[in-house]
Nanobody, 124 residues
Framework: QVQVVESGGGLVQAGGSLRLSCAASGGSFSGYAMGWFRQAPGKRREFVAT????????TYADSVQGRFTISRDNAKHTVYLQMNSLKPEDTAVYYC?????????????????WGQGTQVTVSS
């Protein structure tokens, strides 16, 4: 079973940027899609972004489209989430997950390896 570990969270002012990283180990990485999800206090976990196995196909939630960029480095077994123009409503715990499949997916059910999450806090 692959393990994924997120890093890069922190406190940032509105309008600022952060880059999250997700390192995978203990299993296959390059043949599988990866995704980022987030959960704000008192809310359900929601989809943020996904990238297919090759990095050639990405999908974003409407709320982050144009501000966030997902990418991957298969040689380093790492996926990234570049977050720009951050807003207070982006405050959440961000989770990385590996999909069961190579194609990108937006549903939690297609992901079977989840990290512990990293906190992102955006102050106004």
């Amino acid at each position: 079973q692959v393990q994924v570990v997120e890093s890069g969270g922190g406190l940032v002012q509105a309008g600022g940027s952060l880059r999250l990283s997700c390192a995978a180990s203990g299993g296959s990485f390059s043949g599988y899609a990866m995704g980022w999800f987030r959960q704000a206090p008192g809310k359900r976990r929601e989809f943020v972004a996904t990238i297919d196995w090759s990095g050639g196909s990405t999908t974003y939630a409407d709320s982050v489209q144009g501000r966030f960029t997902i990418s991957r480095d298969n040689a380093k077994h790492t996926v990234y989430l570049q977050m720009n123009s951050l807003k207070p409503e982006d405050t959440a715990v961000y989770y990385c997950a590996r999909s069961k499949f190579g194609t990108a997916g937006t549903l939690e059910q297609v992901y079977n390896s989840w990290g512990q999450g990293t906190q992102v806090t955006v102050s106004s």
